[in-house]
């Protein structure tokens, strides 16, 4: 009998509140690490089979171990998780892309009948906007078309916390893909039917969490273990961590903070909050009684730069600085933004007679996608990634930024002049720093012919 737990109907917990049985499923035991991640799951009857996860030392999981007892047989079936790449029984097997993925055919991996001992093949998906995988399908002839039903693979379709619909639109399926709702992975084996968040693991069929939320200090008024704070048609929780600011410059932090919050806030138009909590991670919850249907294009396009940002594999880490003489608004490589320069696009000297071209709100949309990019996607190729931040950054300010300039800077002043687009109209933007960083200047003018 453990004597650090405690049962709750018919699942048992320890002290930091992690599920560690099931009578529903026959589990008897699950065993947790320092980060309160499953690291083993045992049945009632051993010849039932374990599943063993195994995870570096900060929780990402590089391994799961499924030992099953077919026939009597004991059979080991090997996963390895590396980044996007997937392996099984040693072998390439998977690489997961942008609303697709390659599988890699094997003799050992689902081989294709007649097909050479390695083989690829590209599958397309279909997501929902909430991220769940709806359709996968290839095109397996080669014929250019999607040929039905043949060549659908997978069709899922969900309740709204998750749990799949059974019944109808049953293709073959993918027995090994098992990244679904909210495109997490699902631990089928021994029937556990757990999601891998990465910081948790949920179960669709109570809609609650196997452990605490590692963030629960931010949302006291919710159980810990609730999913989406009961709202699972608007929200997603991508992995119990968030967007993460580092407060860099000790004077001001406190007011850098305020300054910052107050722009995020602007930017949402009060249709949801944004709050930073004392770690620096940023929390999205909308406003009851707003209808974000009726927000503005530019509002939509703030909060999808920062909501995808939030609902990121991982953590979205960006340094904020104050009157840094060697970062202009952001910087790429350092991972900063810098809220001296943030503060003179809310005081732009415009003599244009048009809108502001640019603004606070465009500039943190800018900077966070690069970062995202850089990050999340592993994009360390700065053009490439500042391209993304552009189209991220108009959709933001509703003007097109065009092209830099000639950099007109000297040892005294940093000059950087800007083409942008507003309502069909070339203005030039120019930021303005002296060399020391005592003062930014942003001017708007109507570009000279």
């Known amino acids: 009998m453990c004597r650090k737990c405690f049962f709750i109907g018919l699942s048992g917990v320890d002290y930091e509140g992690n599920m560690i049985s099931d009578t529903n499923k026959d589990i008897n035991t699950i065993r947790y690490n320092h980060l309160n991640l499953p690291v083993k799951v045992l049945m009632n009857n051993p010849s039932d089979g374990s599943l063993t996860f195994v995870y570096t030392a900060d929780g990402q999981k590089v391994a799961k171990n499924y030992i099953a007892f077919p026939n009597g047989n004991e059979q080991l ?44 093949r590209y599958y ?58 909210n495109n997490k992975e699902l631990n089928p084996q021994l029937g556990l039917n757990w999601y891998d968040y990465g910081a948790r693991f949920y179960d669709p069929a109570i809609a609650r969490w196997g452990s605490v939320d590692p963030l629960a200090e931010n949302y006291y008024s919710y159980s810990p273990y609730n999913y989406v704070m009961g709202n699972p048609i608007l929200f997603v929780d991508p992995d119990g961590m968030d967007v993460n600011f580092a ?12 300054n910052l919050l107050r722009q995020l806030n602007e930017g949402l138009a009060g249709y949801y909050t944004a709050s930073i909590d004392k770690k620096g991670y940023l929390s999205l919850i909308a406003v ?79 900077e966070i996608t690069e970062q995202y990019d850089r990050q999340i996607n592993g994009n360390k190729d700065f053009p490439s990634a500042h391209e993304r931040a552009i189209q991220a950054e108009n959709r933001v300010s509703g003007s097109m930024r065009g092209e830099d300039l000639r950099n007109i800077s000297n040892p005294q002043l940093e000059v950087r002049p800007t083409v942008f687009v507003v309502g069909g109209v070339r203005v030039i933007v120019t930021v303005t720093q002296d060399s020391n960083k005592n003062s930014t200047k942003v001017k708007q003018q109507l570009e000279k012919k």
């Not at 407060?247 to 305020?258: G, I, R, S």
């Open 124 to 181: 397309y998906q279909y997501y929902d906007h909430l991220g769940n995988v709806r359709l996968s399908y290839s095109d397996t002839n080669k014929n250019g078309e999607i040929d039905l039903p043949y060549e659908i693979i997978n069709e899922n379709n969900y309740y709204p916390y998750g749990l799949e619909h059974k019944g109808y639109n049953d293709a073959n399926g993918d027995a090994f893909y098992r990244y679904q709702y």
């Open 77 to 120: 079936y090997d996963y390895r998780y590396f980044n996007r790449h997937h392996y099984i029984f040693h072998q390439p097997f998977f690489i997961n892309l942008d609303k697709s993925y390659i599988k890699f055919y094997t003799s050992k991996t689902d081989p294709i009948p007649g097909a050479p001992l390695y083989q690829t």
């Open 247 to 258: 407060f860099k410059n000790k004077e001001t932090k406190k007011e850098d903070k305020a």
């Open 288 to 366: 009851k009684g707003m209808d974000f249907s009726e927000a503005s294009d530019q509002v939509k396009g703030f909060y999808d730069v920062l909501n995808q940002s939030v609902s990121a594999d991982g953590t979205v880490k960006i340094n904020v600085l104050n009157g840094d003489d060697n970062v202009v608004v952001g910087s790429f490589d350092d991972q900063a933004i810098d809220m001296k320069d943030l503060a003179a696009f809310e005081n732009v000297d415009n003599t244009s007679g048009l809108p502001n071209a640019t603004s606070a709100q465009s500039k943190i949309a800018h």
